[in-house]
């Protein structure tokens, strides 16, 4: 329960519509206690009528007056109730909302070591399903347990003073039935859980083997994937007839425990009545309370099991908003970055695989220069990007920007003055154009065509028939993996930032566009820093400097010319490429 503290915040901001739905629930209520001991007078108008007692148009006139009074009373009560739903449902709505940025906000100041130990799935299922339990509790259950409240709070006084006995009697079945609901319903959650649970296998199952379709196919593996999926919806069919058995059990229940409740008051109440005790109409006003009380002592349970789940979800999701983002974002003072980088005995570490990238590694990079990173696979050479970009911390050693550390400067300064083109470009399923914009929100129609005309995708856009209005992704048309290069590379282009890091990101593209796009970036990096990783060497000779890297460790470092001269890593792909291309 202790968890369920974190709504109250949002309790506090919504307070006064909070208040007023409080006090509409109750009014809501008290006109519908009306009701019955209207019904009660009519029937003994109807009495002394029969008796001879009174006239039959003054015994009109009465029936006309409660008829009415019990109509308005229902009319008043429904109106209510509307109104009721309108605030509180509501209330709950903007709960849903506030706690859902809340979430994302926090998700998205979280570090890329976080979402290597959770799941995507899991991820979105705090967002979505948890809070909609969450947001049970914060609506319908609060809704129905003020409810609930004022019907037990006035109903059950009035019927011990209007008859005790009979009063006694009749409630007595309920609070079996309160707890009975409760039981089920718990039983309910719990095997509706492996249903969901058992949805989201579904679902990532086939969502794998529709992304993956092409795989599939080339492999003839059709039959196995029907018959995998075969057996996933046999499991699915049994949990879920397993859910509709105790499910089956809930109404009837609730049914036959009304219907003894009725039973009693008839029966006692019959008694009762032969003995002179009562009337006939206390009769009828105690089973309109008896069927009036039933729906709430149900929900008793329900709501019992609401606020249980909802405790347990909000725990999740407080786990979640109690993770602080491994990058401490301190900034010392407000910084202008230039683009000068230093690496100090840098050393690091991948949290999770405990596979060290990068060990004792020292360098710098002097504004404005070029600097180009080669080296085997797996040598480190996107760790030195993401470190530069400060994606993560370093192990050991410090990296100074501006001669500054690293962690002094604020990180959205930090990332707003890099430029970046990572090996595995993202794009997002949109307009081409909205693609490149991403790097710059205000660019216009010009800058856009220039920069991609820098980045030697133009042609390819004006090719085709929507030009930059062109969907990507999913729903739209799939790049080469040569023109995503280069999207990506327009995008690092238009941000105009202080510092490029372009991860192997020519390494799609035929030697000639590579030379094009080269020189068009020399253009665009004049006077800004620039770190090329590339596995050619015709990608890195024209740089200011080269930094040759091998298990993490720079083996060889200088110009072109300087590294062609000595026996080593470099010479020895320069000299194997070059016949390559002689070839
Ligand atoms: N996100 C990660 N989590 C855990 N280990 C990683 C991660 N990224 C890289 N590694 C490991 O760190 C080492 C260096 O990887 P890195 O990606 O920096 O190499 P690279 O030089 O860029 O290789 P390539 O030329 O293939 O792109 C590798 O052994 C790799 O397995
Ligand atoms: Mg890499």
């Not at 029937?43 to 009465?62: C, G, H, M, P, Y």
């Not at 360098?363 to 085997?376: D, L, R």
């Not at 129609?445 to 920069?451: N, Q, R, T």
């Not at 993996?481 to 280069?486: D, I, L, M, T, V």
Request: proline share 2%; with cysteine; net charge neutral.
């Amino acid at each position: 329960m202790k968890e369920l503290k974190h709504l109250n915040k949002y309790f506090k901001k919504y307070w006064l519509k909070l208040f007023l739905g409080i006090i509409i629930t109750i009014v809501a209520r008290l006109f519908q206690l009306i009701m019955p001991s209207y019904v009660n007078k009519s029937i003994s108008v109807v009495e002394r009528f029969l008796n001879a007692e009174i006239a039959k148009t003054e015994a009109q006139d009465l029936l006309l007056q409660f008829i009415l009074i019990i109509v308005g009373a229902a009319l008043l009560s429904g109106f209510f109730t509307f109104l009721m739903r309108q605030t509180i449902i509501n209330i709950s709505r903007y709960i849903e909302y506030d706690l859902k940025n809340e979430i994302f906000d926090h998700y998205q100041k979280l570090s890329l070591n976080f979402y290597k130990k959770n799941r995507t799935g899991d991820l979105m299922n705090r967002i979505s399903e948890d809070v909609n339990e969450v947001r049970m509790y914060a609506g319908p259950a609060i809704m129905y347990g003020i409810q609930t409240l004022t019907l037990f709070a006035f109903l059950i006084p009035l019927m011990f003073i209007k008859a005790p006995t009979l009063a006694a009697y009749t409630l007595l079945p309920l609070p079996i039935l309160s707890v009975l609901i409760y039981q089920i319903s718990k039983v309910i959650h719990k095997r509706s859980t492996i249903v969901q649970q058992y949805l989201s296998t579904l679902s990532t199952f086939t969502q794998e083997v529709f992304s993956g379709v092409s795989v599939i196919k080339a492999y003839a593996l059709e039959p196995q994937t029907n018959e995998d999926l075969t057996c996933l919806a046999n499991e699915g069919k049994n949990k879920s007839i397993s859910l509709a058995k105790v499910n089956a059990w809930f109404f009837p229940l609730m049914i036959l425990l009304i219907g003894i409740s009725n039973i009693l008051v008839i029966y006692i109440g019959g008694k009762q009545y032969l003995a002179g005790e009562i009337s006939v109409g206390l009769i009828a006003e105690f089973i309109l309370y008896v069927n009036m009380l039933t729906w709430p002592v149900a929900i008793v349970g329900w709501l019992t099991s609401i606020v249980q789940r909802a405790a347990a979800s909000q725990e999740r999701i407080n786990e979640f908003l109690r993770e602080a983002s491994e990058l401490d974002n301190t900034p010392t003072h407000k910084h202008d970055i230039k683009g000068k980088i230093e690496f100090k005995n840098v050393g690091f570490t991948y949290e999770d695989t405990n596979i060290t990238a990068l060990t004792d590694l020292s360098f710098t990079i002097n504004t404005g220069e070029t600097t180009a990173i080669i080296g085997k696979t797996g040598s480190g050479k996107s760790t030195i990007l993401d470190l530069v970009a400060r994606l993560y911390d370093t192990t050991s050693g410090e990296i100074l920007i501006d001669d500054e550390p690293i962690k002094h400067i604020d990180l959205t300064d930090l990332r707003e003055s890099i430029g970046a083109v990572p090996q595995d470009a993202f794009l997002f399923s949109d307009s081409i154009r909205n693609n490149i914009k991403f790097g710059k929100e205000n660019a216009t129609e010009e800058e856009i065509i220039a920069i991609a005309k820098d980045a030697v995708v133009h042609e390819n856009i004006m090719g085709f028939s929507k030009k930059y209005d062109t969907v990507l992704g999913e729903r739209g048309i799939t790049l080469s993996g040569g023109q995503k290069q280069r999207v990506s590379i327009a995008r690092a282009l238009i941000k105009k930032p202080q510092i490029y890091l372009f991860d192997d990101c020519l390494s799609a593209v035929d030697t000639e566009t590579e030379e094009e796009i080269l020189s068009n970036l020399k253009k665009a990096s004049k006077n800004k820093t620039t770190l090329i990783v590339s596995h050619r060497v015709s990608s890195a000779k024209n740089a200011d400097k080269i930094l040759v890297l091998e298990d993490g460790r720079l083996i060889q470092q200088g110009t072109h010319d300087e590294l062609n001269i000595t026996d080593g890593y470099y010479k020895e792909l320069y000299t194997k490429q070059l016949s390559e291309k002689e070839n």
